[in-house]
């Protein structure tokens, strides 16, 4: 039986957020899953891209995620997880079959992706939904998209089918690094998003300032995983 802390926890939990269904679930590419949700919460909430969503777990964690697609009228999100995380919330969501009912917290503001101009996207297979977000939202603007991945052919097929083409896709953090500064200096006044893991992150920012490439330039950040913590919020 649960201890006391997990079932204050438990009920505290269930003041928040509503139901919505699971519609449909698909495997773009090994490792990656596409979850279609719907119900009639996500009509009553006003989504911009980059936000993201909370799914509650059988056990009670709470894990983040990006839609990549939020039909407001229909009442239906589409969201994509990738990467090789261990924890909670990867079992639960590989567990997801048509019909499961899952507790939705949000949406939350996240990454602000309101820019006069196409930025550059960097990150890892957790990033998709955010570059997925952009790419619905602004058809006639492709963003750069650069994304370091441990399957890299993997990471491409699951990309295309949140409508996104990458620029590059690399497998090691060197060459992400590497790769990022040829894009920084070639597009002087794009915004650069960095997200996905906090380390790569750090190491990203360390990059681009020691090659004085800071310049005024619009830099956004968001961690979505850290190499030494669970469930960032
Ligand atoms: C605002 C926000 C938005 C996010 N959006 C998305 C999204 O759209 N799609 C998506 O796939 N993920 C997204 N993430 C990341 C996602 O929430 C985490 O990968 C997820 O929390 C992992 O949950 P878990 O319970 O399986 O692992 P956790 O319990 O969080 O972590 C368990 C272990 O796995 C490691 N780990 C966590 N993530 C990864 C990873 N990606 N690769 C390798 N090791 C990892 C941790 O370091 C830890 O050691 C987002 C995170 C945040 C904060």
């Known amino acids: 039986m649960p201890g006391v802390f997990a079932r204050v926890k438990s009920a505290g939990l269930d003041r928040f957020g ?15 899953a596409l979850i279609t ?3 009639e919460g996500l009509t009553k909430n006003v989504w911009h891209p980059g936000d993201c969503v ?15 697609d939020w039909d407001e009228s229909a009442g239906r999100i589409r969201l994509l997880r990738g990467g090789r995380a261990i924890g909670p ?11 499961a009912q899952v507790q939705l917290l949000g ?27 952009w790419a619905g939202s602004h058809p006639e603007s492709p963003a750069t998209v650069l994304l370091e991945a441990t399957d890299v052919d993997g990471c491409r097929a699951a990309a295309h089918a949140v409508d996104v083409n990458p620029n590059s896709v690399v497998s090691t953090r060197d060459d992400l690094i590497a790769r990022l500064i040829e894009l920084v200096r070639a597009s002087a006044d794009a915004p650069l998003v960095l997200s996905g893991c906090a380390q790569t992150i750090a190491a990203l920012r360390a990059a681009v300032k020691s090659a004085e490439l800071n310049d005024g330039r619009v ?15």
């Open 54 to 68: 909370k799914l509650r777990t059988h056990d009670d964690h709470l894990r983040s995620y990006t839609p990549f």
């Open 37 to 39: 949700l719907a119900g």
């Open 89 to 99: 919330g990867t079992h639960f969501l590989s567990t997801l079959s048509i019909g």
């Open 107 to 133: 949406p939350k503001k996240s990454v602000d992706l309101n820019f006069e101009r196409a930025p550059i996207i960097v990150g890892d297979e957790t990033a998709l939904g955010l570059c997925g977000a």
């Open 219 to 233: 830099i956004r950040v968001k961690a979505y995983w850290d190499e030494n913590r669970a469930g960032l919020d």
């Open 18 to 32: 509503f139901h919505v269904a699971v519609e449909d679930v698909q495997e773009p590419a090994p490792g990656f």
